[in-house]
């Protein structure tokens, strides 16, 4: 008898429990290292803040195997609420039929707390359909920036960044004179001297309004402006003043190691700088041709953002626009920007940032923000909306290489890549028409 009200009462605790549990999902990214560190800190504090919900931080690797990874899952219905999902995988994000849930949608369903013109319109533009309306959340958006040692600028007698390519020119003269090996390296050739090169300067990357419009799209970024900047670039690898160090972030020491005065790279590579570099550097925005424009548009952003999955219970969602709104919040919004360098996603975050002084203790961490904020996206600088974009960028790498090694001329160079980049775009369209 006693073993019969021993096992009622421990059955009677279990139901009680389980009815006052917290609906938990799990959130797949691709953040590793400190910062991986910090967003299991920043959801530690979501889950502590409320007890009806509780988010599960799961790290699947690079951003390609937490998107395969993804997708790969809900084909298994063993999807995760929300995913991370770098910036050139939109497209296929938006190509999967009746797998994603739209945060506009999602946040309207919900009745959660969201205002679509809180957020920097340079940076949800990226992941917004035609209508303005937010399909994914921006989490981690950089932007390219220009990094530049002060110390060498100084020997050379130089008093100020470069603002324009001509200037850089010139500069980087300069800095030769006085003793540099070169004047400047870049990061992520693709995304910074062609990609940014294009909405810089208000001009298509591709058809289709980059992309946005529909998939019967053609890349165009062997018109005359790209062919000009990477015809200059080869000159400069020829004389000095430009030193290939890779496709991504590979370049990077060559700025740490002094042999190359400039850098070209991802805002958020700012922590890295501080931590690499051991000299006094600064941090300004992309150079423009002031031959092409006066003024010049906002760059576009690199980064990921965060995808809600179908085929979760109502419970489920309301504990994904719930974590969504947490990481919207000036606070933790601020507190991301300041610790990653990636931007702060939200014009409340960024005036809480300026009110706390960081921008004048960090000298040089707003450049990526006033880039972004000088002025309003156009349909070239709002971002790019391409299939098979990760193949696309493999092309443009190799391209770009052949014109490094004297192989291809810029021109012949742009043009097969642009011929073998619609071959992957014309299989992107048939795969999901």
Known sequence: MRKLMLATSVLGLSIASSSFAATQIEWWHAMGGANGEKLNEIVKEFNDSQTQYTVDPVF???????????????????????????????????????????????????????????????????????????????FNSSTPVLYYNKEMFKKAGLTSAPKTWEEVESY?????????????????????????????????????????????????????????????????????????????????????????????????AFGGMTRNAKFDFGVSSLPYWASEVKQPNNTIIGGASLWVLQGKDKAEYQAAA?????????????????????????????????????????????????????????????????????QIRDVINGALESVWSGKESPQAALDTAVKRGDVLLRKFEKAHN
């Open 60 to 138: 699947k690797g690079t951003y390609t195997e937490t998107m395969t990874s993804a997708i790969a899952a809900f084909r298994a219905h063993k999807q995760p609420a929300i995913v991370q999902v770098f910036e050139v995988g939109t497209a296929t994000m938006m190509a999967a039929k009746g797998a994603v849930y739209p945060v506009y949608k999602l946040m309207q369903d919900t009745k959660a707390d969201f205002d679509p013109n809180a957020y920097l319109s340079s940076v949800t533009s990226y992941y917004s359909d035609v209508d303005g309306n937010m399909l994914s959340m921006p």
């Open 172 to 268: 980087s003269k300069k800095l030769l004179a006085s003793g540099a090996q070169c004047g400047f390296t870049t990061g992520w050739q693709s995304w910074v001297q062609l990609e940014n090169l294009s909405a810089r300067h208000d001009v298509a990357f591709a058809s289709n309004d980059d992309g946005f419009a529909g998939l019967d799209t053609n890349l165009l970024f062997n018109s005359p402006l790209q062919v000009k900047h990477i015809s200059k670039m080869r000159e400069w690898q020829q004389n000095g003043i430009f030193s290939y160090g890779g496709r991504r972030s590979d370049s990077a020491p060559k700025f740490y190691s002094q042999q190359c005065a400039m850098y070209t790279g991802s805002s958020s």
């Open 322 to 390: 719930a974590f969504l709104h947490f990481l919207s919040t000036p606070e933790i919004q601020a507190q991301w920007h300041q610790f990653t360098g990636y931007l702060p996603i939200t014009h409340a975050a960024y005036e809480l940032t300026k009110k706390e002084g960081f921008y004048q203790s960090h000298p040089g961490t707003e450049a990526a923000v006033l880039q972004m904020t000088a002025s309003e996206p156009t349909v070239n600088s709002r971002g790019l909306r391409l299939g098979n974009f990760v």
